[in-house]
């Protein structure tokens, strides 16, 4: 991982998170040093990057592309890194218009508003 540039996942249905731990302790820190980009897209069972308590860091990271990932609640339980990010894109230059601060609160804000629109539509259906 210390190479890769660039990172896409796509139309992977069943796929629920990318790097998975099945312990609650502080974890050792992952860093992908040279990933500048990451794309997640049309993962429809994802409800997180990482369920393990490691310190993810991306140094470069200055591109996440997320598209059609409506579980996705959080990016990672641990300490999350990103210098460089400043947003997230729904398709290539496309931003969402939400940043945070950093990328788990932007996550977790997209998903709680996503959360209350189903829901609403939801209740005008059933009327």
Known sequence: MVFLHQMSITDCQMLEEIIASTSD???DSII???LGSLEL???SSLARFCSGNY???FPSLKKVIMSQCPKMEIFSKGELRTPKLKGIQKTEGQYVGRWEGNLNTTIQQL???KSVQNSEEETKVSF
Do not use: P, Q
Request: aromatic share 14%; hydrophobic share 55%.
């Open 55 to 57: 310190m993810l860091g």
């Open 111 to 113: 998903f709680i508003e």
């Open 25 to 27: 302790e502080v974890m």
């Open 32 to 34: 992908f040093s040279k």
């Open 41 to 43: 897209d049309g993962l």
